[in-house]
């Protein structure tokens, strides 16, 4: 796959933080989310139907 767009790109306070995602431009697929947080790295699949 490659990668269709960055949502965040920078440092955060210590603390919860919520990223909203608008993929009004992205067609109906599966998508892979990938979250990184110094040494922490997560990735979810999720579904996308329009």
């Known amino acids: 796959g490659r990668q269709v ?3 965040v790109n ?3 306070s210590v ?3 919520q990223i909203e995602w608008s993929p009004d431009r992205l ?3 599966v998508y892979l ?3 990184q947080a110094g040494e922490f790295n997560a990735v ?3 579904m996308l139907k329009k």
């Open 15 to 17: 603390g919860s933080h």
């Open 5 to 7: 767009t960055k949502l």
């Open 27 to 29: 067609g109906a697929g």
């Open 10 to 12: 920078g440092d955060y």
């Open 44 to 46: 979810s699949k999720v």
């Open 33 to 35: 989310i990938q979250i």
